[in-house]
């Protein structure tokens, strides 16, 4: 079964920095395609980041440029570093195994909440 457990989320102030971290278990985590996604209350979850086996990368125009997602394949684990943090960025982080069209396992969550 895979799991995928995300770690890091906290409060921090605007301007900030801060690491989110996603490790999966029972996956061949190195031929898989990553994702973080994100969910504000009262919005639709929206994807930030994805990182592809070959370390290819796309990201939303919101956060390019201050975000960037990495990965270890001898850790499974995905990483999602988050700079010049804004309030807007304030959600639920969501770590995605993206087998496409929405297929795949999720996360449970972690909290990123930006103070200004």
């Known amino acids: 079964q895979v799991q995928l457990v995300e770690s890091g989320g906290g409060l921090v102030q605007a301007g900030t920095s801060l690491r989110i971290s996603c490790t999966v278990s029972g996956s061949n985590f190195r031929l898989d395609t990553m994702a973080w996604h994100r969910q504000a209350p009262g919005t639709l979850r929206e994807l930030v980041a994805r990182?592809?086996?070959?370390?290819?990368?796309n990201y939303a125009d919101s956060v390019t440029g201050r975000f960037t997602i990495s990965r270890d394949n001898a850790k499974n684990t995905v990483y999602l570093q988050m700079n010049s943090l804004k309030p807007e960025d304030t959600a639920t982080y969501y770590c995605?195994?993206?087998?496409?069209w929405g297929r795949g396992p999720w996360g449970q969550g972690t909290q990123v909440t930006v103070s200004s």
């Open positions: 990182i592809t086996p070959t370390g290819s990368t």
């Open positions: 995605h195994l993206d087998k496409g």
